[in-house]
């Protein structure tokens, strides 16, 4: 069995970090599909967008890679919490918590936020998504995903 590969462990030290100490949710996954079960009144799935290297810097030299990692934050609304509230208070505490090591314990150069967008229609529940894209700068050996 070969070793996981740096975006594996790039989603597993991001959910680590978003379930440390007292959890951003209760409820934090890896790449899981988009459905949230009823009962989970928050739910935060880390999950790979795209990957890019940069071949500028020449054969034999370290690859610099560009990840674009979706932090998708789910929450429901209730009478005393309308949804837009709930989620925007989710996704402000997953950013922060993210935010307090951007380097992930060293795995990476730098996590940033990029973007944010929203969907307010996700199960017809008052569930909505706000999912931030982060990019991730991280590096491996030269032609290897490791």
Sequence with gaps: MTA????????????????????VSPNVFRARARVVPQQMATAIVVRP???ERDASVGQGAMALWLTAVAV????????SSPVD????????AAVQRLMQDPSLGGLVGSIDPQGVSWDFDVDGEQTACATVTFYVRHATASASFF
């Design 4 to 23: 996981p590969t740096v975006f594996a462990q790039v989603l597993g030290a991001m959910q680590e970090s978003l379930q440390a100490a007292a959890p």
């Design 49 to 51: 967008a795209q990957a």
């Design 72 to 79: 998708e934050c789910y929450a429901r609304g209730t009478v």
């Design 85 to 92: 509230v709930a989620v925007d208070e989710l996704m402000g």
